[in-house]
């Protein structure tokens, strides 16, 4: 049985290599969170005052992206820890789940949002639309700066794409929140509070959609969505001296590493300099760099459901 424990494939843009550190990197994460919570007691305390639930579902939005990015952070750290004989393939995963906490997390913060906007559509309450407006304006700016402090680390971590990405829906919720004390100021409209809310909570959940799949197949081992596990094999069975393939295994150790284990039938030649070639295939042509091979003869095995 054959192994490649080399780096990734740096051919296609979806396959990275190791983890470069961003000089910085830690710093940087370190003041989007300190200004994240600077601005969720800010939007809570002046929401309570004002008594606008959109307001406070801004600040608690913020909230969950500081949180975000603690766990990034956090998952970050872990990832940087050496493989052991208890944790083979390294601590990369702990951003996937990481991540997959956070989704969660909006998701749930999403539906109480909801909750309490629908309750307030009975009885609207009177909103400060003036407090309303220069807080969102204030989280307009925190936004943008922390969008701008961690994008250069949302292009190897899929923790502070997210967070990143969190930022800049943030910007166009604060946006929203801006036209909604707008509305209240100019024309008493306090029906745009609550509306505004589910509108914001809708965004939550549309966002926290689009990204939770591919983590959810990452946590589940499951093929890459851009893989195509019948090229491979097709591929592989196009090698010289290679009988059949079966038993092909397609899964993410984390965020930048493919890995695959297949059985190979060799018909005749040297085993050895066909699995070397097989495995060249794969990661040039795939970017699967870790792969594991198991090499038999036509007659070894005749259960090969399953190809």
Known sequence: MGHDHHGPSHRGPSHHGHHHSVPGGDGAIGWAVAINLALTAAQIGGGLIADSTALIADGIHNLSDAMALVLAFGARRLARRAASPDFSYGWGRAEIVAAFVNYLALIAVSLWLAIEAIGRLADLPQVAGELVMALAG???VIDL???ALVWRLSRSSVNIRAAFLHNLADAGVSVAVICGGALIWAFGWNLADP??????????VTHVVAELGPVLRMLMLAAPRDSDPAAVVASLRGLQGVADVHHLHLWQIDEH????SLHLVIADGDFAEITRRAKDRLREDFGIAHATIEVEPPDACADRAGV
């Open 138 to 140: 204030l989280a307009l």
């Open 145 to 147: 700066a922390t969008a």
């Open 195 to 204: 509306v505004l809310t589910l509108a914001i909570s809708a965004v939550i």
């Open 257 to 260: 590493r493919l890995a695959a």
